[in-house]
């Protein structure tokens, strides 16, 4: 168990839809990332919050946001949903930034599958 | 800016047999280097890390891993395969700096065959 907590851990909904998935970091870590990992597209970084604040973005979509909230747990808002979007969606936490702390925990993550 | 490649997508081997992941990084700044697994059905969990001093990491479940900065590579090893090791192996890298992200490699499939 990695004191991540991620949920819901299985979710359908259809094309057009909006989804939030919501992560509760280890306590103490003050980092909380988001990854999205299809078949296709291999294991890919959307975006990292430290202490409520965004610190690093990577390829997420417009049609995705998130927030980090005051007691540190993060949500992830899907909104317009497409069946691309179907995949695994993976928060992870960490004490510091990456350079800070080095490692990584990650939650069991939401499948999310759009029909 | 940093980038990881692992050079193969699957890798099968017999079990009881030694393996090796191959992973290259590229970086204009100094970086640490990581190995994390995913079994099948979980989330990722970290195997190891290379952060600073010897060059020869030690992980859990008897893998270790060897970085050449010549190289610019970040292999990982097991001298004798279990059955239990099959699953996804991913190379991850960030760089000092703290606006740095950790960037992950495509993964590599490690099937184990009986």
């Known amino acids: 168990d990695s004191g991540v907590t991620q949920t819901p851990k299985h979710l359908i909904t259809a094309t057009g839809q909006r989804v939030t998935l919501r992560c509760s970091p280890r306590s103490g870590d003050l980092s909380v990332y988001w990854y999205q990992q299809s078949l296709d597209q291999g294991l890919q970084f959307l975006i990292q919050y430290y202490n409520g ?25 899907l909104s317009s949903l497409e069946l691309g979007d179907s995949a695994l ?7 510091g930034t990456p350079s800070n702390t080095g490692e990584l925990f990650f939650g069991e993550g939401s499948r999310l599958t759009v029909l | 800016a940093q980038s990881v490649t692992q050079l193969d997508s699957q890798v099968p081997v017999f079990e009881e047999a ?55 590579s970040f292999h990982l090893r097991k001298p004798s395969v279990h059955i239990s090791d099959t699953a ?13 992200k950790i960037i992950f490699g495509s993964g590599t499939r490690l099937s184990i065959r009986p």
């Open chain 1, 53 to 77: 604040e965004e610190r690093a973005k990577g390829n997420i979509l417009e049609r995705f946001s998130a927030q980090q909230f005051p007691d540190l747990h993060s949500e992830l808002n």
């Open chain 1, 89 to 95: 969606y993976f928060c992870a936490s960490s004490v």
């Open chain 2, 18 to 72: 030694p393996v090796e992941l191959r992973c290259n990084y590229s970086s204009s700044v100094s970086v640490y280097l990581f190995w994390y697994v995913q079994y099948p059905n979980q989330g990722l969990q970290l195997l190891l890390k290379y952060l600073s001093g010897s060059t020869l990491v030690k992980g859990i479940n008897g893998f270790e891993a060897e970085f050449n900065k010549s190289q610019t």
């Open chain 2, 88 to 100: 996804e192996y991913f190379c991850a890298v960030v760089g000092y700096s703290s606006a740095s």
